[in-house]
C-alpha cells in the first residue's frame, strides 16, 4: 500500500460515522477533526467516488458511501465489533440482542451492527412509510428512472436504495426479506411469520442466519482472525437450513 492510499484510508477513516467533507476553493476536499485540518486531493476523490467509497451528499459536499467501512477494514483481518448504542424502544434487535437466561444473547454484536445499518439505509432511502414492502431487488435499488424525483435528498434517497440492494442482493431471498421487514420496516417477527404463514419461532432464526450472512459480507466479524484462521463453525441446524 503506497502512502496515498495510506492517507486516502486515513481520512475515509476519520470521516466515519457521518462527517462531511466539503470541497475547498483550491479543488481539495476536506474537514476538521480536534483541530486539525484533513485534505483529500480532487482525483483521489473521483475514484473513490467511483469505488462507492465516498458519495456526494450535494454538489460540493461528500459523505461516506456504501463500501467506507469495508475498505478502511484490513482485509482478512476484520476488527471487532463493540456493541452497538441502541435505542432498545426504537431498535427491533434490542430485546434479542440482551443476554438471555444462559447469559448469552441470540444476536452478537456484529449482526445487530448489520441489522442497524440496514435500518439507518432504509431510513435514508425514505422507504418508512410504504409498510406492506415485499423484499425485491430491482425495487429496493429503484434502478428505474420513470417518476423518479429531482434534488439533492431525492439523490441522496436514490442512493441508499442502491445500498440497500448492494446489501440485500447477495443474500438468500427469504433472508433477505426478513432482514428488510424486521430490521428496515420494523416489523416484529410474530406478524413476520404470519405475514408468510410460517410456524412460530421461524423467523427469529432465519433472521439470525441473514443478519449473520450480512455482517460476513459487510467486513464485520466477532473476533479479528488472520487468513490462515478458521471462522468457527455454525450449529449443525443452521447449516442445514436454507432459506431458499
Known amino acids: 500500500m503506497d502512502e496515498s492510499e495510506k492517507a486516502a484510508r486515513r481520512f475515509i477513516k476519520a470521516m466515519l460515522p457521518g462527517r462531511i467533507a466539503t470541497r475547498q476553493v483550491d479543488g481539495f476536499y476536506g474537514f476538521t477533526r480536534s483541530g486539525r485540518t484533513l485534505r483529500l486531493d480532487e482525483g483521489t476523490v473521483s475514484e473513490l467516488l467511483q469505488r462507492h467509497i465516498l458519495q456526494r451528499s450535494s454538489e460540493d459536499d461528500l459523505i461516506p458511501g456504501s463500501f467506507a467501512e469495508a475498505w478502511v477494514t ?11 448504542r441502541l435505542n432498545h424502544s426504537e431498535s427491533p434487535l434490542g430485546r434479542l440482542s440482551q443476554p438471555g437466561e444462559d447469559g448469552k444473547a441470540f444476536l452478537q454484536p456484529h449482526q445487530v451492527e448489520a441489522g442497524e445499518r440496514i435500518r439507518r439505509t432504509v431510513e435514508r432511502a425514505q422507504m418508512l412509510a410504504r409498510t406492506t414492502m415485499s423484499y425485491d431487488p430491482t425495487r429496493t ?46 416489523k416484529g417477527l410474530q406478524t413476520v411469520e404470519i405475514e408468510r404463514g410460517w410456524p412460530r419461532r421461524s423467523a427469529k432464526l432465519i433472521l439470525r442466519i441473514g443478519l449473520d450472512q450480512l455482517a460476513r459480507e459487510m467486513g464485520l466479524d466477532p473476533v479479528a482472525v488472520g487468513r490462515s484462521s478458521r471462522r468457527p463453525h455454525r450449529a449443525r441446524s443452521e447449516r442445514a437450513l436454507r432459506c431458499d
Open 141 to 186: 435499488a429503484s434502478r428505474g428512472t420513470k417518476g423518479a424525483a429531482t434534488g439533492g435528498s431525492s439523490d441522496m434517497a436514490m442512493e441508499a436504495r442502491r445500498q440497500l440492494a448492494r446489501y440485500l442482493d447477495p443474500l438468500p431471498r427469504e433472508c433477505a426479506g426478513v432482514v428488510l421487514d424486521v430490521c428496515g420496516l420494523l
Open 74 to 84: 484490513p482485509r482478512g483481518k476484520p476488527a471487532p465489533v463493540a456493541a452497538p
